[in-house]
Every structure is written in C-alpha cells, then in structure tokens.
C-alpha cells in the first residue's frame, strides 16, 4: 500500500489534467505506467527539476509505493534533482558518440559557455550534463537541448543552436 502524504497535492488543476490524459492510455488497474510521463509532467511545471516532494506525490496521485517512484525517477538521466538552466544541454558520451568525437563537442560546449560538465551558467540560461546514451547513435555524435535532439554536431553547428537561444 502507498504511503499517503500529510499535506495538500503538489499539483496544479492543469497538471492533474495532463498526467490524467497520460493515465487514460492504459488499463484502469494499471495507472502507475503513466509513471514516466507524470515524472515529465512534474518536472515541467516545477522548473525542470524533481524534488523527493514531488515524486511522492506523483507515488500518491498514482496510488504507488514512493520507493517505485524514486527507483524510475533516480535511474533515467531525463530526470534532474537539482535546479538547472533554462535549457538543458544532454551531450551523449556513450561509444557511438564518444567514437565519433563527442569529446570534442564537450570541450568546445565547456569553453563555449565557460562551465563544466554538470554546472549552470551564470546566467542560469544553460545547464551542461553528460548522459550515457539518447538512443540516437546514427547521428553521433548528438546532444539533447530542453526535448530537441540535435545529430551530426560539429562546433560550428553548436555554435549556430546555441545562437538561437540568445
């Protein structure tokens, strides 16, 4: 049995709606699938981040143990724990993009935006972050900014996308 939490729901009537349409999409008894979409959803509305807060609530809008909540949301790299940028630059550095000289794309996004991997900008405009894989190897080597997959990059292509953010 879930735990139930002692304070009022963390989400807003438009929230609720959105996970409730992702719900829809599977059987009746079977609503904590939309587990992933509702961990999306959350994130959104909250600045792309996850707070332990919020997943439970999640755990109980979904009626689930908050550790199943915790094991979905702590194992994919989609989701952040920390505050981040407004946008959010994943770099593959698996094989396939490491191979294809995603090494290189790390450097020039460091000096680019004047962070490491896994800080934020001054600004808070960019955060930077290395994830193990986006599934996209044919284009390596890639990178992810907000929900946008970006394939084949080269400085010169980075540089043009990150133009279109200022």
Known sequence: MPEKSKQPSL?????????????????ADQKRSAVIPALHVVQRSNG???????????????EMPRIAVYEVGTFYSMFVH????RHKINVCTNVSCMLCGSDEIVSHLQ???????????????????E???????GG????????????????????EILDGFE
Not at 82 to 85: M, Q
Not at 111 to 118: A, P
Request: proline letters at 6%; aromatic letters at 8%; charged letters at 30%.
């Open 111 to 129: 000096k680019r935006l004047g962070i490491k991997l896994g800080e934020t900008t001054p600004d808070n405009k960019f955060t930077l972050r």
């Open 11 to 27: 989400f807003s009537a438009s929230v609720k709606a959105e996970i409730d349409k992702w719900i829809k999409r599977y059987p």
């Open 82 to 85: 920390e505050p981040t940028g």
């Open 131 to 137: 994830v193990e894989c986006l599934a996209a190897c």
């Open 48 to 62: 792309g981040w996850l707070t332990t807060e919020s997943m439970d609530a999640v755990a109980d809008y979904l």
């Open 140 to 159: 390596a080597p890639m990178m992810q900014v907000n929900r946008d997959y970006h394939e084949d990059l080269t400085p010169e292509k980075i540089d």
